[in-house]
C-alpha cells in the first residue's frame, strides 16, 4: 500500500518530457547499466508521483530526480555490486562539473561541434566504433589500415577531441 | 583515465546513441504517462465525461439485462467462451500472454468471425467462467470486432458492442496494474518472458497439438472412447485435483476402473509403466476438444496460486503433449518470420530437424539478432551441435550495444548453461566478466539461467534418451547442479531424470 498520497494535479507528460533525457544521461555517465536506466529513471518519476512535495515547490527538479535516481542506483550496488559503489560515488560528484546545470547539454554541444573540425578519416573511425560498435580489426579493414594504426588514430581523434572542447570550455 | 577522458567516452556514447531510448518498456511508460495525463479531466470533459457515462449506464443496464454472463469484476474484452483463438495464422489459448507496439493483430473466434486487435503493449489471454478473455496488462489495446453483441466489461460497466464497431480499452487500475515496474518487467525481459513461458508451458505461439500425430503409446486407450464409459468432465477434473494436491486419484477411482472396463473387451495388456495422467492424456489425444479443455484448465492453473511440486506435475502433463508436427511448423514459421519464432517451439524438434533448424536461425541471426534467436540457439546449442554454439559465441560481437544486451544475457545463460566456461571466455572480455562474478551475484542472470536450466531439463525429458546418452557430459544433473537449482519435481521427473542420464 503506498505510504504517501500520489499527486495529480501536474503534468507529468510535460515533466516526463523535460528531464527524461538528462536524467538517463546523468545515470549513463555513473555508468549505470542500460538496461537498470530505464527502471530508475521510471522509479523516479513514479517517487515523484508519490511523493507528498509539491511539484511547484520544488525549486530544482531536475535535482530532486537526480538525488531519487542516485539513491535508487546506489542502493542497488549496495546490493550486488558493492566495488562499484566508490566509483558511481566518484563519477556522481564528478557530473556536476560536465554537466554544468543543464544535464550536460553544452558539453555535447561542444562535442558536436569539435567533432565536426576533425578530419573524416577520425570521424568515421569513431562512428564505426562507437556506433557502430565495430573491433578494431573490422575498423581497420573499413579504413585499409592496421589494428595498431587504428588504435592510434582513435587515440589521437579522441586527444584532439579532448583540446577542443577544453578550448571552447574556456572560451 | 582522467575525468576529461571520461567526459569524452560518455560524449561520444551519447551522441552515438541510436534510438536506444525507445524500446519497448520506454513505449509502455510513455503510454503509461500519456494514459495519466488524459485522466486529468478539464470542465468540459467532465460534461462531456457525465453525459457519456449515464449513456453508458443506461446500454450497460440493457445489456445486464439481456445478458445472464455478465460480470462485473474488471476491464475485459470477452470472446464468448472460446477456448482458442486464432491470431495470424497462430494459435493462443488462456495464458498466453503476448507483447505488441503499436502493432495490430486479428483473432478468429471458432465461429469463423474475426476481431481485430490494436496493440500497445501488453495483453494477455485469460479464462473464467465465461470463457477466453483478452485482458490490457499494460499500454493500451484497441478492438475492432465484425461481430454483433461480443460484450465488453469496462468500469463495472457492461456494454454491448455493434458490428464493425471499435472500442478503446486502456488499463483499469494504474496504480496496481499498470504500474510500469510490472509492465516493464514483463515487456522488456524478453529473455525472462520467453524462458517463463516455456517453464509455465505458456508459450505465445504454441501450435495447436496435431492429435493425429500425437504418440499414443500403449495401444489399448486408441480403442478406449472415453465419452462412452464414465464422465470424462469428472475424469480430467479427478486428473486436475491429482495434480495440484498431489494425490494421484485418478489412478484410484477414475481412470483405472475406466480402463479396466475396456481393457477386458479390447483384450490388450496395460503396460506396467504408465501412469494415470500419462493414460488419460492419451485418451484424450483421441479427443481434441476434451484434451483442449483440459489444457487450458492446466495453463490456466499453472500461472496461478499453486505450489512448485503443483505446477512441476502439470508441466510434467503439459510437455508430454508432444506435437511432432510443430517442428515443421517452427521451421516454416522461422522462415517466414524470425520475429515469431518461439523458443518453445524449440523444445519440441527433433534431431533430424534440428539440422535444418541450426541453418535457419544461424542465417536469421546474420540477418535479424534476436534475444528470441539467441534462446533458440542455447536450446540448439544444448543439442549438442556447434552450430548452435556458434552462433552463441557470435553473440560476444554485440556485447555494449545496450539494445543488444538481452541477447548477450541470454547467450550467457545459455553458454553458462552448457558449462563451458572457456566458450564463455572467449566470447569477449566483457562477457567473460560478467560470467567471473558468481551467479548469486547477478540475480537476473541468476533467474534467466535457472529457468534456462528448468526449460532445457523439460527438452532433455521430452527429447528423451538418444540426446542425452549421446552427449553425456551435458547431464541434466549436472548442469542443475550447476545452477544450483532446487529439485521440486515430481517424481515421475526424477524417474526421468534418472533414465536420462542413465543414473548418474
Known amino acids: 500500500m503506498p505510504t504517501s498520497k500520489p499527486q495529480e494535479a501536474f503534468d507529468l507528460q510535460e515533466q516526463v518530457s523535460v528531464h527524461q533525457d538528462g536524467l538517463r544521461r546523468y545515470l549513463r555517465y555513473l555508468r549505470c547499466p542500460s538496461d537498470r536506466v530505464d527502471d530508475i529513471v521510471q522509479e523516479a518519476f513514479l517517487s515523484l508521483l508519490r511523493s507528498n512535495e509539491r511539484v511547484e515547490e520544488i525549486d530544482d527538479l531536475g535535482a530532486w530526480l537526480r538525488c531519487a535516481a542516485r539513491h535508487r542506483y546506489f542502493d542497488g550496488l549496495k546490493t550486488w555490486r558493492r566495488g562499484r559503489l566508490a566509483e558511481a560515488q566518484e563519477l556522481d560528484r564528478e557530473w556536476e562539473l560536465v554537466a554544468r546545470d543543464d544535464a550536460g547539454e553544452t558539453y555535447l554541444v561542444y562535442l558536436r561541434e569539435c567533432m565536426a573540425e576533425l578530419e573524416k578519416r577520425s570521424r568515421r573511425a569513431l562512428h564505426l566504433q562507437y556506433a557502430e560498435r565495430r573491433s578494431r580489426v573490422e575498423i581497420g579493414g573499413d579504413l585499409d589500415m592496421t589494428v595498431a594504426g587504428v588504435k592510434s588514430l582513435l587515440s589521437r581523434s579522441k586527444a584532439a577531441l579532448e583540446r577542443c572542447i577544453r578550448r571552447k570550455e574556456a572560451s | ?504
Do not use: C
Open chain 2, 1 to 504: 583515465m582522467n575525468r576529461s577522458e571520461r567526459a569524452l567516452e560518455w560524449g561520444l556514447e551519447e551522441l552515438h546513441r541510436k534510438d536506444a531510448d525507445n524500446d519497448l518498456s520506454d513505449q509502455i511508460f510513455a503510454a503509461w504517462v500519456e494514459n495519466r495525463s488524459e485522466r486529468r479531466y478539464e470542465p468540459m470533459n467532465l460534461v462531456v465525461l457525465a453525459a457519456g457515462l449515464f449513456v453508458l449506464g443506461l446500454v450497460a443496464w440493457y445489456s445486464t439485462l439481456s445478458d445472464p454472463l455478465a460480470t462485473t469484476d474488471s476491464e475485459l474484452v470477452y470472446l464468448r467462451g472460446e477456448e482458442l483463438v486464432q491470431g495470424g495464422g497462430t494459435s493462443f489459448v488462456a495464458g498466453d500472454v503476448l507483447l505488441g507496439s503499436g502493432q495490430e493483430f486479428d483473432l478468429r473466434m471458432r465461429d469463423g468471425t474475426w476481431m481485430t486487435v490494436e496493440q500497445q503493449g501488453l495483453l494477455r489471454l485469460g479464462e473464467d467462467k465465461t470463457g477466453i478473455f483478452v485482458e490490457p496488462l499494460a499500454g493500451r489495446m484497441t478492438v475492432h470486432t465484425e461481430r454483433e453483441g461480443f460484450r465488453v466489461v469496462s468500469n463495472r460497466r457492461v456494454l454491448a458492442v455493434e458490428k464493425n464497431s471499435a472500442v478503446q480499452l486502456s488499463i483499469p487500475n494504474q496504480e496496481t496494474i499498470m504500474d510500469p515496474r510490472i509492465a516493464r518487467t514483463l515487456a522488456r525481459t524478453s529473455a525472462a518472458l520467453m524462458l517463463t513461458t516455456v517453464l509455465t508451458g505458456q508459450a505465445s505461439f504454441l501450435p495447436e497439438p496435431d492429435f493425429d500425430s500425437l504418440p499414443t503409446g500403449e495401444t489399448f486407450v486408441a480403442d478406449v472412447d472415453m465419452r462412452d464409459v464414465v464422465g470424462i468432465e469428472d475424469k480430467i477434473e479427478a486428473l486436475i485435483k491429482s495434480l495440484v494436491k498431489g494425490e494421484d486419484k485418478t489412478k484410484k477411482k477414475g481412470l483405472k476402473k475406466g480402463s479396466k472396463k475396456k481393457l477386458k473387451k479390447t483384450g490388450k495388456k496395460k503396460s506396467p509403466s504408465s501412469s494415470a495422467p500419462s493414460k488419460l492424456l492419451q485418451i484424450l489425444a483421441k479427443d481434441p476438444e476434451a484434451w483442449a479443455y483440459t489444457r487450458t484448465r492446466l495453463l490456466g492453473l499453472v500461472s496461478g496460486d499453486i505450489d512448485d511440486a503443483a505446477r512441476g506435475r502439470i508441466l510434467d502433463v503439459l510437455v508430454r503433449d508432444t506435437d511432432k508436427r510443430s517442428v515443421d511448423y517452427f521451421i516454416k514459421q522461422l522462415k517466414a518470420d524470425a520475429s515469431k519464432v518461439s523458443w518453445s517451439q524449440t523444445l519440441y524438434l527433433t534431431e533430424r530437424k534440428l539440422k535444418v533448424a541450426y541453418k535457419v536461425v544461424k542465417n536469421r541471426m546474420a540477418e535479424h539478432p534476436s534475444p528470441k534467436l539467441t534462446h533458440a540457439a542455447a536450446i540448439l546449442a544444448f543439442h549438442g551441435n556447434d552450430s548452435g554454439r556458434e552462433i552463441l559465441e557470435s553473440v560476444g560481437s554485440y556485447v555494449g550495444n545496450p539494445k543488444t544486451q538481452d541477447m548477450v544475457l541470454a547467450a550467457a545463460a545459455g553458454l553458462w548453461a552448457l558449462g563451458d566456461k572457456a566458450t564463455w571466455e572467449s566470447v569477449s572480455e566483457d562477457v567473460a566478466d560478467m560470467v567471473a562474478e558468481p551467479l548469486e551475484m547477478r540475480p537476473r542472470l541468476k533467474k534467466e539461467g535457472a529457468l534456462l536450466a528448468r526449460a532445457l531439463f523439460y527438452a532433455q525429458v521430452i527429447e528423451g534418451k538418444s540426446i542425452s546418452l549421446a552427449y553425456p557430459e551435458q547431464s541434466v544433473n549436472v548442469f542443475i547442479k550447476k545452477m544450483g537449482m532446487e529439485m521440486k519435481d515430481s517424481e515421475a521427473v526424477e524417474k526421468n531424470i534418472e533414465r536420462l542420464t542413465g543414473g548418474r
